[in-house]
């Protein structure tokens, strides 16, 4: 399993976002838009990433639920074909939820910056700093902390997936 340093957090404002990535230095890799299908499973977090005009891939993940730095390990596996796919993992695990957004990715240093509008959601950061020995990996997640303006009140302790769910019992109290 591949292993990084994550954390998300809301924002007022992606184009905000983006010009802090710019004075950063990061350098703009794509737009992306994204559909990313939940599956229910005992453990840890399974969802089908389908990329608008790319590819797909299955993206297995453990990481715990805090607000702040997290260490993720996850596996990727390529997918030929997605909706295949969908339907033989609806049947055996059923879908927890389905999110769409549109992501901007930006590369710094060893760290993936996601600039993130999620359909219901609204505007996200994320940083992804890719496996480093710990020490520097958190380093520069406190660098890209700082740049962003990071504040504990925005950081965020789940996934969207879990957002998109309790937004929808929100909507539909029992």
């Known amino acids: 399993m591949a292993t990084n340093l994550e954390l998300k957090c809301r924002s007022a404002s992606c184009a905000e976002l983006q010009e802090c990535a710019r004075r950063l230095g990061a350098v703009f890799q794509a737009t992306l838009a994204q559909t990313d299908t939940y599956f229910h ?5 399974l969802k089908l990433r389908e990329i ?8 297995q993940y453990d990481r715990p639920d805090v607000a702040g730095d997290r260490w993720s ?20 695990l059923g879908i927890r939820c389905i999110v769409k957004k549109v992501r901007t990715l930006y590369l710094y240093r060893t760290a993936r910056i996601h600039v993130d ?18 020490a520097e990996a958190e380093q520069l997640m406190a660098t890209l902390r700082t740049a962003f303006g990071v504040r504990d009140e925005d950081i965020i302790a789940g996934s969207y997936g879990e957002m ?6 929100e909507q539909n109290p029992s």
Request: hydrophobic share 40%; proline share 7%; no cysteine.
């Open 41 to 45: 499973v005992p453990h840890g977090r």
């Open 52 to 59: 608008d005009g790319s590819h797909a891939e299955l993206i």
């Open 73 to 92: 390990r996850y596996t990727r596996v390529t997918v030929g074909d997605p909706a295949g796919l969908v339907r033989a993992l609806r049947d055996a």
């Open 117 to 134: 509008e999620v359909a219901g959601l609204g505007s996200f950061l994320e940083f992804e700093v890719v496996e480093t020995p710990p």
């Open 164 to 169: 998109i769910e309790s937004t929808k019992v």
